[in-house]
């Protein structure tokens, strides 16, 4: 008796550890990036999301800049996003005694992490940065006109910006929707046909036959819709064009140097 009540408590840690190593997060640079900028105050000076700076009187510009519109005045690629992060202002900004002398009549002054938060930290902050800021961009038309349909259609409303960030989704199986661009992608889908299942009826016919994912995706906060009514022709290709880019190389902040945001 005594042995079998070891060999149950044993298959139920294995089970917990396999359930465990099942639903581990596997969240997109981005999204860390997101939750590094929340952590450490960034949206107190750069508004909510990085996307609308808090007044500053004493600066030209009257506000904190943003993320986004704002960034080209500041930083012009990924390396420089990186110092201003790092060092509170890039090497560029520190040789300019006009920059020096604006940066003093300011109220807020950017603060420098360096030492503070780890190279991991750093280069996820960047990612969010750039990802705020549209940088970089598909260079595909097709696979531009479907981060633009991720717009228009409201994708970005759950997925985020373009897709790419992991907002909680309380009940869901991990607990947050799954990004375009996350490591736990091909989990949910295989393929460019399950792709347009999940788009057209809110879920894949592989996990509509899947009683433990019915489970979760109806326990879920929030829930994929359907979007057969409302696409026009040419959305589907344009929007798997643009999670082919997304999930390449050529998406990521250093796959080339940005000049214009």
Known sequence: ????????????????????????????????GRRVA?????????????RKGTPDPGRKAESAPTFAGDLMMYASNASEV???????????KRASETWRARREAAVLRMPAFRGKLTGRQVDDLTAYVM????????????ALAGRDRVASLGCAGCHGPGGRLAPPNPGSLKGYVPSWEG?????????????RDWVRHGISARFRDLPPARFFLERANLKMPAYEKHL???DLEALWAYVRWLR???SKPDSAEVTAF
Request: charged letters at 20%; a negative charge.
């Open 131 to 142: 990802l705020v800021s549209s940088s970089p961009e598909p260079g595909d038309s097709l």
């Open 183 to 195: 490591p736990d992608f091909p989990e949910l889908v295989r393929d460019e046909t399950e792709f």
């Open 38 to 50: 929340e952590s450490q105050g960034c949206f107190t000076c750069h508004g909510p999301a990085g």
């Open 232 to 234: 026009k022709p040419g």
């Open 82 to 92: 990186r110092e201003w992060i790092l060092d509170g202002s890039t090497a560029g």
């Open 1 to 32: 008796m005594r042995r079998f009540v070891l060999l149950v408590v044993v298959a139920l840690a294995i089970a917990g550890v396999g359930w465990e190593w099942f639903t581990r997060p596997a969240l997109p640079a981005a999204e860390r």
């Open 248 to 250: 390449s190389p050529a």
